[in-house]
């Protein structure tokens, strides 16, 4: 991947609208992130030389602990094992705020090619986490020397996004009882979308994510004499076909839900009926309600399905994140502050919903906030999050850090 890909104008241009150029906008604050951006620039290289998986980022975490110590925050480690909060009082004022950045990486073996592509084979950041780290340590440079604030800030530097849920972790393990926060904001780079452009939406903006494994016990046989089995794999069949019925006729049309069977494991040879087979299914609504529907409609139907082919199922169903919804005050406060930062032309003030899932949901759960998209690039030449031809887009560090800075200091004021 072209790491210029959807490049903005050096003068401080935002792009517009997919497809278009926005009208060129000079912002102090973003000139004044870009001119260290080469420092920043370095340090999101360096740690995507050297990702680490979730709840095993060490480096990444020292490195982070490292900066904001030199920067005069106070620093807490060992939530969630490799967590990191920094914060830092000043003023009278009474106020908290929350800014949120993951920092783990993926089990994917890197195919950019990059001068800074990954030294740990099997492993890269392939979701942009290393460039949300390196935006959120910009911004915490720049507010702990040359931005003014009133109240008390929190930054969160959130393990194991991807894997097995960091935010969950640091939650159960006391996080906004240590760290109280008032509100707390998240941003995630989006391909496609124009770099630099930040889009926002109030209410559910994300999907939950549900894991489910389907066993169908059968009576294993040859293939000769199926009529002395029961055959799992028949079975296996009717259900994948069945589960499709659930979203079209059990979900409201304007609602969304998918139901997706991923694998389907079953025997060895062609002449043995096996005992058992498996269905590993993903699960996604953006409504909670309908995500019950959905398990419960599954747990009935694969049920009913068995029964009809004289098999026995179990059903292990792992519900995993939540639907990320952010809170409408918080989501037009953050909107507020992006369009101050970059004008109208470089914002979405309500952007669709997405199917994917992030477990800063869980975060949101607990404390008021918005979870924000900033554009990594529209280009052709762009590649998909958790593909091996991805890299974050080093000209969003700047407009990125700027958002953050933007957001606190009004947040944060007397």
């Known amino acids: 991947m072209n ?15 997919l497809g278009e150029k926005a009208p060129t906008r ?3 604050l973003i000139q004044a992130l870009r001119a260290r951006s080469a420092e920043f620039t370095s340090l999101r290289r360096d740690l995507h030389r ?36 920094g914060t830092m009082r000043r003023g009278n004022g009474r106020r908290r705020l929350g800014l949120r950045a993951d920092m783990d990486a993926l089990p994917i073996r890197e195919a950019t090619g990059l001068d800074w592509a990954s030294q740990h084979d099997g492993v890269m950041h392939a979701c942009g986490h290393d460039g949300h780290t390196a935006m959120l340590l910009a911004a915490a440079r720049h507010l702990a020397i040359d931005a003014s604030f009133s109240g008390t800030l929190h ?10 849920g960091g935010a969950r972790l640091m939650v159960e393990q006391g996080l906004f009882e240590r760290f109280p926060c008032d509100a707390i904001f998240a941003m995630h780079n989006m391909p496609g979308v124009e770099q630099g452009r930040l889009v926002f939406r109030d209410g559910a903006m994300m999907a939950s994510s549900d894991d489910v494994t389907i066993t169908l016990h059968g009576r294993g046989g040859h293939g000769a004499t199926p009529h002395r089995a029961a055959d799992p794999v028949v079975a296996a069949a009717a259900t994948v076909m069945a ?39 993903s699960v996604r609504a953006l409504d909670p309600a309908v995500r019950d529907v ?43 502050a992006g369009a101050d930062l970059l004008g109208e032309e470089g914002i979405e003030r309500q952007g669709p919903s997405l199917t994917g899932s992030e477990d800063f ?20 030449g762009g590649c998909d999050l958790h593909n091996p031809g991805y890299d974050f887009n080093d000209h969003n560090l700047a407009i990125g850090a700027a958002f953050w800075v933007r957001l606190a200091e009004r947040f944060l004021c007397d």
């Open 294 to 336: 959905l398990e419960e409609r599954i747990r009935v139907l694969v049920q009913m399905q068995a029964e009809s082919f004289g098999l026995r199922a179990t059903v292990d169903y792992r519900r995993d994140y939540p639907v990320l919804v952010n809170s409408p005050r918080e989501t037009e406060f953050a909107r507020e």
């Open 155 to 164: 930054l969160i530097f959130q393990p194991a996004e991807e894997h097995p």
């Open 26 to 28: 000079v912002n102090p």
């Open 243 to 281: 589960l499709q019925t659930i979203v079209s006729r059990n979900v409201d049309p304007q609602q969304a839900a998918i139901i997706t069977v991923g694998a389907l494991n079953a025997g060895r040879a062609n002449n043995v009926i096996p005992d058992r087979a498996t269905l590993e299914l």
């Open 361 to 380: 949901a869980v975060m949101l759960q607990q404390c008021p906030g918005s979870y924000v998209l900033i554009g990594n690039g529209a280009g052709e």
């Open 50 to 85: 050297h990702p680490e998986l979730g709840l095993a980022e060490a480096r990444t975490s020292q490195k982070i602990a490292d900066c904001l110590t030199q920067w005069g925050y106070e620093v807490h480690r060992g939530l969630a094992t490799t967590g990191v909060v």
């Open 3 to 17: 790491p210029n890909d959807g490049d903005i104008d050096r003068s401080g241009a935002v792009p517009g609208a």
